[in-house]
Protein backbone atom coordinates (compact mmCIF):
# COMPACT_ATOMS: atom_id res chain seq x y z
CA UNK A 1 0.00 0.00 0.00
CA UNK A 2 1.60 3.25 -0.76
CA UNK A 3 1.24 6.63 1.40
CA UNK A 4 0.58 9.88 -0.17
CA UNK A 5 1.11 11.55 3.32
CA UNK A 6 3.74 14.09 3.07
CA UNK A 7 5.40 16.93 5.32
CA UNK A 8 4.24 19.90 4.03
CA UNK A 9 5.51 22.52 6.50
CA UNK A 10 8.17 22.83 9.72
CA UNK A 11 7.87 25.66 12.46
CA UNK A 12 8.83 26.65 15.90
CA UNK A 13 7.55 28.88 18.46
CA UNK A 14 9.71 30.44 21.50
CA UNK A 15 8.00 32.21 24.34
CA UNK A 16 9.31 35.47 24.87
CA UNK A 17 10.06 35.05 29.25
CA UNK A 18 13.08 34.00 29.66
CA UNK A 19 14.12 31.75 33.34
CA UNK A 20 18.06 32.30 33.70
CA UNK A 21 19.91 29.79 36.61
CA UNK A 22 20.27 33.27 38.39
CA UNK A 23 16.74 33.80 38.65
CA UNK A 24 16.16 30.16 39.78
CA UNK A 25 18.71 30.45 41.94
CA UNK A 26 16.68 33.04 44.05
CA UNK A 27 13.86 30.67 44.02
CA UNK A 28 15.82 27.64 45.43
CA UNK A 29 19.54 27.12 47.01
CA UNK A 30 21.07 26.18 43.72
CA UNK A 31 23.47 28.42 41.76
CA UNK A 32 24.59 29.28 37.76
CA UNK A 33 27.47 27.15 38.12
CA UNK A 34 26.11 24.30 39.77
CA UNK A 35 23.52 23.94 37.17
CA UNK A 36 25.53 24.67 33.63
CA UNK A 37 27.73 22.25 35.29
CA UNK A 38 25.55 19.43 35.76
CA UNK A 39 23.01 20.24 32.88
CA UNK A 40 24.58 22.62 29.98
CA UNK A 41 21.38 24.38 30.34
CA UNK A 42 21.75 28.18 31.03
CA UNK A 43 18.26 29.54 30.71
CA UNK A 44 15.17 28.29 29.77
CA UNK A 45 11.61 29.65 28.11
CA UNK A 46 8.57 29.68 30.14
CA UNK A 47 5.12 30.09 28.18
CA UNK A 48 2.68 31.94 30.25
CA UNK A 49 0.21 30.47 32.30
CA UNK A 50 -2.94 31.55 30.07
CA UNK A 51 -0.45 29.72 26.99
CA UNK A 52 -1.49 26.49 25.71
CA UNK A 53 0.19 24.21 23.59
CA UNK A 54 -2.73 24.96 20.88
CA UNK A 55 -1.78 28.75 21.16
CA UNK A 56 1.81 27.76 20.30
CA UNK A 57 1.10 25.53 17.50
CA UNK A 58 -1.09 28.61 16.00
CA UNK A 59 1.97 31.13 16.62
Not at 1 to 18: D, N
Not at 33 to 54: C, L, P
Request: charged share 35%; proline share 3%; net charge negative.
Amino acid sequence: MESHARITALGAWVPPKKLTNDDLSKMVETSDEWIVQRTGIKERRIAEKDVFASDMGVE
